[in-house]
């Protein structure tokens, strides 16, 4: 798999038959925070995006609620049942490669493979895929915020690019982040990941140094824009 997401190539064993049935039966899961916030579903985007896309994303916020509550609230996953839950949402998604007919899709397939390699990091070490880089990069400058679900798409998408594929130094990236993220606290950010989908104990530390980095760029660009221009001398 992890040849595919570097050079973007297929190989034969993506010509087995996918079974499109969601793993997990049901509505959106409840969304899972830290803190004592009311309960409430987290994101849906059926009907934004291709039936088959959409069940997938459910299948993995669902995957992500269990990984936050295992051990905490809720029984511990079995190895060997992530691991069938894990293959299961990355094959679906890499075969949805070029079926998918608008960009907020194929943005959230991209994304939703990025966030899937965070879980087997070792040592805090990301892994480089370039091809996937590359089409992430591509599709995350295409985004336009239009509605408030949008936007938290949009925040999410570039969290998950800045913690797995993209560099917080990447022009595109700041100019981005100040313009389509409003200037939010940690704490709030943290709340809409969690309403897409978040890992705490997996994502806290890299997100929020990135998160960091990349509201120190929106500071430095506010005060660019405010400061007095240079008044010429005056003449006595």
């Known amino acids: 798999m992890s040849h595919i997401l570097t050079t973007g190539k ?11 049935a969601p793993i997990f039966n049901g509505g959106y899961p409840i969304l899972v925070c830290d803190d004592n916030t009311v309960p409430r579903y987290m994101e849906s985007v059926d009907g934004l995006v291709d039936d088959r896309l959409s069940a997938t994303f459910r299948d993995l916020q669902y995957l992500t609620s269990m990984m936050n509550r295992s051990g905490r609230d809720g029984p511990r996953i079995r190895d060997v049942d992530y691991q069938t839950f894990f293959h299961s949402i990355q094959y679906r998604l890499l075969q949805l490669r070029a079926q998918l007919d608008n960009i907020l899709g194929e943005c ?5 493979l990025a966030y899937l390699t965070t879980t087997f990091q070792i040592g805090g070490q990301r ?6 880089a590359s089409k992430f990069r591509e599709c995350c400058c ?3 915020v239009s509605s408030p679900l949008i936007g938290n798409l949009k925040l999410w998408f570039l969290m998950v690019g800045a913690i797995t594929a993209f560099d917080s130094s990447e022009p595109w990236l700041q100019q981005s982040w100040t313009s389509d993220v409003p200037n ?7 709340y809409r990941l969690n309403e897409v989908m978040w890992i705490g104990n997996l994502h ?3 997100a929020k140094l990135a998160f960091d980095k990349l509201n120190s760029y929106r500071t430095d660009s506010e005060r660019s824009s405010t400061s007095p221009s240079e008044q010429p001398p005056t003449v006595t």
């Open 142 to 144: 295409g985004i336009e």
């Open 184 to 190: 939010l606290s940690w704490h709030e950010a943290r």
């Open 204 to 206: 806290e530390m890299p």
């Open 127 to 132: 892994a480089t895929y370039p091809y996937l």
């Open 108 to 112: 959230l397939r991209l994304a939703m």
């Open 10 to 20: 297929s190989l034969d064993l993506l010509a087995d038959p996918v079974p499109w």
